[in-house]
């Protein structure tokens, strides 16, 4: 997004403040966002110092955070949700040939409505359409590379989704989901 000071800041930004329970050597950080180290320690030392992250040092190693009790913290954390979180991720990642509906439902879809509870440790997705089952594992590996959590897949053909006769559809249908077909950002 062009609000963010470049790409790698946003990058930073996103893993650092969408997994807010972990913290992450500089090294670790500028491998899994494949940023160069030294543009990697510009951006965490302009965000540390604008308090939007917290750094420690162990040893050699420089630890970084998120520091939730900034009040820019929460809104920050919803614009990346959308613009880098799963919502976004997900639907890149499943825009297959023959895919009618990708949902995301469980957990991450909860929070994502607004239900109290702990973050979500994966996201579970369902993806509707007559496809290729490598495929769709496929692009669940590389959504989970992307989002650095376990990405579910569960696959349905069009006439399974709309059997009502299936507990599985039947549990869906009846939770909070969040549809991501194409890269659409629609809700349901």
């Given at each position: 997004m062009p609000i963010f000071r470049s790409q790698h800041q946003a990058a930073l930004l996103a893993w650092l403040l969408l997994h807010p329970d972990h913290e992450y050597t500089l090294t670790e950080l500028a491998k899994r966002l494949v940023v160069p180290?030294?543009?990697?320690?510009?951006?965490?030392?302009?965000?540390?110092?604008?308090?939007?992250?917290?750094?420690?040092?162990?040893?050699?190693?420089?630890?970084?955070?998120?520091?939730?009790?900034?009040?820019?913290?929460?809104?920050?954390?919803?614009?990346?949700?959308?613009?880098?979180?799963?919502?976004?991720?997900?639907?890149?990642?499943?825009?297959?040939?023959?895919?009618?509906?990708v949902l995301i439902y469980g957990s991450w879809a909860e929070r994502y409505h607004g239900t109290p509870g702990s973050p979500p440790n994966d996201v579970d997705v369902l993806v509707v359409g007559n496809l290729d089952r490598a495929d769709v594992y496929d692009a669940a590996d590389r959504a989970q590379v992307r989002l650095g959590m376990q990405v579910n897949p569960v696959i349905r053909t069009p006439e399974q989704w709309a059997n009502d006769a299936d507990s599985l559809v039947l549990q869906i249908k009846a939770s909070p989901m969040v549809d991501v077909t194409a890269q659409s950002g629609g809700e349901s």
């Amino acid at each position: 997004m062009p609000i963010f000071r470049s790409q790698h800041q946003a990058a930073l930004l996103a893993w650092l403040l969408l997994h807010p329970d972990h913290e992450y050597t500089l090294t670790e950080l500028a491998k899994r966002l494949v940023v160069p180290l030294t543009t990697l320690q510009r951006e965490a030392q302009r965000l540390v110092g604008a308090g939007i992250l917290q750094d420690r040092t162990l040893g050699r190693a420089r630890l970084l955070r998120a520091n939730l009790s900034n009040r820019t913290a929460a809104p920050l954390t919803q614009l990346l949700e959308v613009t880098f979180g799963p919502e976004t991720v997900v639907g890149e990642e499943f825009d297959l040939t023959n895919v009618e509906q990708v949902l995301i439902y469980g957990s991450w879809a909860e929070r994502y409505h607004g239900t109290p509870g702990s973050p979500p440790n994966d996201v579970d997705v369902l993806v509707v359409g007559n496809l290729d089952r490598a495929d769709v594992y496929d692009a669940a590996d590389r959504a989970q590379v992307r989002l650095g959590m376990q990405v579910n897949p569960v696959i349905r053909t069009p006439e399974q989704w709309a059997n009502d006769a299936d507990s599985l559809v039947l549990q869906i249908k009846a939770s909070p989901m969040v549809d991501v077909t194409a890269q659409s950002g629609g809700e349901s």
